[in-house]
């Protein structure tokens, strides 16, 4: 969950580090440090987000040509200036980033302190460079081969670059279970976490393979697997644009990526969708429409935000596909023994295509024989490449670390998926299919029209923001949209809120309404609209603050809510999609209201590549 950089060349390394780092930090900013080698390894680290970092540097000697730096997000040891990376050997002549989780390093800094090894961070990854350096030592061994052979004894997961005063025109990156890039330029490598850092500078990438270790010199690249195999490198080009990574006059990344989605979600249908003639077309899942044809069930699993859009998957490809669905939590789904068969299809969401979990989860499934579909948005990912086929989302880079684009684009999937198996299975007829396609093609435009609201919402936002908790309720496929709801409200404003089928509120929720609870309502037009009205009545009999989501022109809700905001009438169908725009905006302004960072909240991380 950390971001790294890397730079060999004849630049100054400096300047193109810290330039990445802030492109990174969405993954990480409890504190940032730097490497850079110019006759001798210099060392900048601090507490604290990268600005911090320039801060301190300011006066500093920040020459050189070679050179490394990471942000940072917490696993091992607290957020402090002696647990940032680098890290450094007992010897001082050896130089660590990491990103990842090393598994056993209790038990090989156990061994390391019984052979005079002394430590003065917390971390696991201060346990790996003295582990190199040991074998180094020992073996007399140069710098690859000693990274090399101590990944070998390495578990965990990882994503580290190296540096060594001993070689001081060499990086040595390596990769399992975490994402790395190197971008390739003319005499110069560039290496990341992911290609936001590296698009300014070239095109070419080539993506690490999990186990791979990469000499990196200003005019070699060697890749070896850690049991030694040289490895031919693939080369491709990036489509990521710059602008994609600039906030655009924007005050926040999360505020660009909420009015980004009408673009986003047509982009995610281009080339997908006919509705002329009723036809939909996903070729990344094509060769498998026989079994799609015959499967007899599916399994979702995802994480966070992506397992909300798992529950619309679920009412989709069940109300139109008609196959049984179940949603599980790729963290839950891993550490069971669930009954899975070849028989079935396992649908695996994730933004970043890295997250940890869901990776385990993948190959749980493919061990028990299982068909694998991913959904993912980063292309060159580690989930697309480990499964047997599956569909990009096309939503463009997402900066904000509370997810919103990438949501609506993950749902926009799951509706093309279910009426893809739909129209295999021939449980749609095809005027409907027409139809549905036809309504489809016009949700960007209905989004667009929701964005509409924000004035609206920006004056209920002045009224709920010094709220402590909410609720958030809906029915059918409303009900993951509550749930959506409610985490983007917790994550970015810090506010308790929870999501609730509105049914379920009088099983226990209802004891908590009272006049300082607010209670957000899907409640548009759709054919559990009279029971949320009934539900709308208990709250308001208990004087609840009342905020619903309503269908233009409604009548009967506004009535009785304190609060309205009105969405285009649309299929219900598509409900995930209108409604969820309204409680992304509602969540924003509450949060900078309240003073927090939108974009990077506390303790969270974009990606989440560790357990």
């Known amino acids: 969950m950390c971001g790294i950089v890397g730079y060999i060349g004849n630049r100054n390394a400096w300047d193109i580090i810290i330039k990445g780092l802030h492109r990174l930090e969405y993954r990480g900013y409890d504190s940032a440090g730097v490497a850079l080698m110019d006759g001798d390894l210099k060392t900048y680290k601090k507490a604290g987000k990268v600005s911090d970092l320039e801060a301190f540097a300011k006066d500093l000697d920040k020459a050189g040509s070679v050179g490394m730096g990471h942000t940072r997000w917490a696993t091992h040891g607290a957020p402090c200036d002696r647990n940032s990376h680098p890290h450094a050997s007992g010897n001082g002549r050896l130089s660590i980033i990491h990103n990842g989780i090393i598994e056993n390093y209790a038990i090989l800094k156990e061994a390391l302190e019984a052979k005079g090894h002394a430590f003065v961070s917390d971390t696991d990854t201060e346990v790996l460079i003295h582990l190199i350096e040991e074998i180094q030592k020992a073996d007399n061994l140069d710098l690859f081969e000693a990274v090399r052979v101590a990944l070998n004894e390495v578990v965990g997961a990882y994503a580290i670059v190296v540096m060594?005063?001993?070689e001081p025109d060499l990086l040595i990156a390596a990769r399992k279970g975490s994402p790395m890039v190197i971008g390739v330029g003319q005499d110069e490598y560039f290496i990341a976490s992911d290609a936001s850092p590296i698009v300014e500078y070239t095109k070419n990438v080539i993506y690490l393979k999990d186990s791979q270790v990469a000499y990196v010199k200003r005019d070699e690249l060697v890749i070896k697997t850690i049991?030694?195999?040289?490895?031919?490198?693939y080369i491709q080009e990036l489509e990521l644009k710059l602008e994609m990574l600039e906030k655009g006059g924007f005050d926040h990344f999360m505020l660009k990526e909420i009015y980004e989605q009408p673009r986003s979600i047509k982009d995610c249908m281009r080339g997908r969708i006919y509705p002329n003639q009723g036809k939909i077309q996903l070729g990344g899942i094509k060769e498998y429409a026989e079994k799609l044809k015959n499967v007899d069930r599916i399994v979702i699993v995802a994480c966070g935000t992506s397992w909300h859009a798992g529950l619309v998957g679920e009412y989709l490809i069940e109300e139109y596909a008609r196959i049984p669905v179940e949603v599980e939590y790729a963290s839950e789904f891993r550490y069971?023994?669930?009954?899975?068969?070849?028989?079935d299809i396992v649908?695996?969401?994730s933004q970043s295509g890295e997250t940890a979990d869901t990776m385990a989860a993948i190959e749980l499934a493919k061990e028990k024989g299982a068909t694998i579909f991913g959904i993912c948005n980063v292309v060159g990912s580690s989930?697309?490449?480990i499964?047997?086929?599956g569909v990009y989302t096309h939503a463009g880079p997402e900066i904000g670390v509370a997810s919103t684009k990438a949501f609506t684009a993950q749902v926009t999937v799951l509706t093309l998926m279910a009426l893809y198996m739909a129209q295999l299975r021939g449980t749609v007829n095809q005027s409907q299919l027409v139809q549905m396609l036809t309504e489809?093609?016009?949700?960007?435009?209905?989004?667009?029209?929701?964005?509409?609201?924000?004035?609206?919402v920006l004056e209920i936002s002045e009224k709920l923001k010094d709220s402590t908790n909410c609720l958030f309720l809906g029915r059918g496929s409303g009900f993951p949209v509550a749930l959506e709801g409610a985490l983007k409200l917790k994550e970015i404003s810090y506010i308790h809120a929870e999501g609730y089928p509105a049914a379920e509120m009088k099983h226990g929720p209802i004891a908590l309404i009272d006049e300082d609870m607010p209670v957000v309502f899907i409640a548009t037009r759709n054919s559990s609209y009279e029971k949320v009205i009934s539900n709308i009545q208990e709250v308001k009999a208990r004087k609840g603050i009342v905020v619903a989501i309503v269908t233009e022109g409604d009548k009967e809700v506004k009535k009785m809510a304190d609060y309205v905001i009105e969405i285009p009438d649309a299929n219900e169908a598509y409900l995930p999609l209108l409604a969820s725009i309204p409680l992304q905006l509602l969540s924003y302004h509450i949060a900078v209201m309240r003073g927090c960072n939108v974009d990077q909240p506390r303790n969270l991380a974009k990606s989440v590549t560790v357990e």
């Open 383 to 385: 989930i697309p490449r």
């Open 336 to 343: 069971r023994n669930p009954i899975i068969s070849e028989k």
């Open 227 to 233: 049991d030694n195999r040289i490895q031919t490198p």
């Open 440 to 456: 489809l093609e016009d949700i960007p435009e209905l989004v667009e029209r929701c964005l509409q609201v924000n004035d609206k």
């Open 387 to 389: 499964t047997h086929a």
């Open 164 to 166: 060594s005063k001993d």
């Open 347 to 349: 649908i695996a969401i």
